[in-house]
């Protein structure tokens, strides 16, 4: 079957599995199994109780918790009601969590009993918030949800239309304050209704598979496979948080098929000692993206894994996935591994300059996208949206270009491009001669002030254990392999890199000892 859906809403989805397969898996979790037709009744009970505390169309209802079938639940109980989900980033201080339920105008507030604490704080910044729910333990002011669901199990008389509001996801903020993206219904579906295309042919999936669900809710990419799944109408395995131990374990338990893994997750994975011999022969297909995959990284999974790979590109506020890399084109020695990938069909790439021009074929500047999944906009950011979202394109601040076959190659954030000498110096190009190195676990290349040439090129990197190769030895490699004026004139050796909730590394906390006193213009 494909995955040409012929619904195009949270509430039209539920109703049909639970119609037509009510008894099969929708979800296991901790062992924990719940059919369709469960999930349908139990998502109705929270969206009564939604209505019975006042939350209507339009109401911003928050989750901070880690991955569940109840936060799935959770998602559909707001679809019944019209309201807006807002996933919390479980990782963040209370500080932030703080200016997200503010900025969100959240009025209730779903809560996972080890974040008690932050919710705490939450509470006393959000104007708006009025309810807390526990999602397990009792709390001596907030009811648990099952104490706090109603009886009445019947789906609300509620009209919600494919083009309403179904999810606010907020940007990771790795510029600044995070941005609410405010993502309609129609934007898990619509994209994914396409004639037959035969490279599209990873997205075929049966209602027989299983799908790990191991990335978080909060993150378009993790949200993105549960509607793969969910599309489907097959079973998902649902984990709180990634653990490689963990995945190692579930594949072979479960049987499952396909996943959606970010490049930091896989590379955990390969470094387990168990992986070679682990029993991976159920897997038919692991989905990448949400931050750059090195090469020789992809190399080291394509001999452990034995299986097809899938890289998606695409960001929040075109609801993830608008590019993909098919299986055909993974093929070690190919120039296309450096892919993005082609536009899924439903979608259109510009690449255009500085002056807001189209670019000529293969040449390097801005991507935009468009795409069904569109962004309604950022919440509350009239200036942000425009800046952003202009005649049905999304500003991407990706630079990139496209050759001759249509297939998009991602040089770097626009951001990140270092301007050293006059010269423009792409990171992620020096990160791929860096990676391929056998002493180097991770790397991250930055621009840090140089009085001559206004950034030096530096390499932030860390070492596998037991490796102690000198700075000149690193840099003498890179030279090697691309031009001397993209070398790094300094590397800095590090145990960690900072990274944000998707994988992505922190740039901004590495230049910051570097940039914190002067005013950085690029």
């Known amino acids: 079957m494909t995955n040409v859906s012929p619904v195009r809403s949270f509430n039209e989805l539920i109703a049909k599995h639970a119609a037509t397969q009510p008894n099969n898996n929708a979800t296991i979790f901790n062992g924990r199994k719940t059919s369709y037709g469960e999930l349908d009744k139990v998502s109705n009970r929270f969206a009564n109780a939604l209505l019975g505390a006042n939350i209507s169309k339009g109401s911003r209802v928050g989750i901070l918790a880690k991955n569940s079938d109840t936060y799935l639940q959770l998602l ?22 703080s200016y997200i339920a503010n900025d969100s105008d959240m009025e209730l507030l779903f809560v996972g009993t080890e974040f008690f604490d932050g919710a705490q704080t939450v509470s006393t910044a959000a104007p708006k918030l009025k309810h807390i729910i526990s999602l397990n333990n009792s709390h ?5 949800i099952h104490d706090w669901a109603s009886d009445v199990d019947t ?6 239309s494919p083009d309403d509001a179904a999810l606010q996801l907020y940007t990771s903020g790795t510029t600044g304050h995070p941005k609410g993206v405010v993502l309609p219904h129609r934007a898990f579906f619509d994209p994914w209704i396409y004639d037959p295309d035969p490279l ?27 509607f793969m799944s969910l599309r489907a109408g097959c079973s998902a395995v649902i984990v709180p948080e990634f653990s490689p131990m963990e995945f190692l374990r579930l594949v072979p338990e479960h049987k499952v098929t396909r996943t959606f893994l970010v490049p930091a997750a896989i590379r955990s994975i390969l470094l387990l000692p168990e992986a070679s011999s682990a029993d991976w022969s ?16 992809l190399l080291d999974a394509f001999k452990i894994l034995k299986c097809d790979f899938t890289q998606l590109y695409g960001m929040t506020e075109v609801c993830g996935a608008v590019v993909h890399l098919p299986p055909q084109d993974h093929i070690e020695g190919s120039t296309r591994l450096r892919a993005a990938g082609i536009p899924i069909p439903s979608t259109d790439i510009k690449i255009i300059d500085g002056a807001g ?17 569109v962004m309604q906009g950022y919440w509350k950011n009239e200036d942000a ?33 270092i301007i050293s000498g006059g010269e423009n110096i792409y990171p992620i190009e020096v990160e791929n ?25 530096a390499a932030v990197v860390v070492l596998n254990n037991g490796r102690s190769p000198t700075e000149s030895e690193l840099i003498d490699y890179v030279k090697t392999h691309i031009a001397s004026y993209k070398c790094p004139k300094k590397i800095i050796f590090t145990d960690e890199l900072p990274r944000n909730a998707s994988g992505k590394i922190l740039k901004r906390e590495l230049r910051k000892p570097y940039w914190e006193s002067l005013e950085r213009k690029i």
């Open 76 to 97: 559909f109980a707001c679809a019944k009601v019209g309201a807006v989900a807002v996933g919390l980033n479980w990782r963040l201080s209370p500080a932030e969590l």
């Open 282 to 297: 159920s897997l038919k297909l692991v989905i990448y993206g949400a931050a750059p995959m090195p090469e020789a990284l």
């Open 140 to 144: 001596p002011h907030w009811p648990t």
């Open 357 to 373: 021009q189209l670019v000529k074929q293969g040449a390097v500047g801005e991507i935009l996208l468009s795409s069904p999944a």
């Open 385 to 417: 949206t425009a800046k952003t979202l202009v005649d049905g394109y999304i500003h991407t601040g990706d630079a990139g270009y496209q050759d001759e076959d249509g297939y998009l190659y991602i040089f770097d954030r626009v951001k990140d491009m």
């Open 155 to 160: 789906p609300p008389s509620i009209s919600v």
């Open 200 to 226: 599209m042919a990873w997205n075929e999936v049966s209602q027989d598979e299983v799908c790990l669900l191991a990335m978080p809710f909060f993150h378009v990419g993790g949200i993105g496979l549960c």
């Open 433 to 457: 001669v860096l990676y391929s190195h056998p002493d180097i676990s991770d790397v991250a290349v930055i621009g840090i002030p140089d009085d001559k040439w206004g950034e030096l090129v």
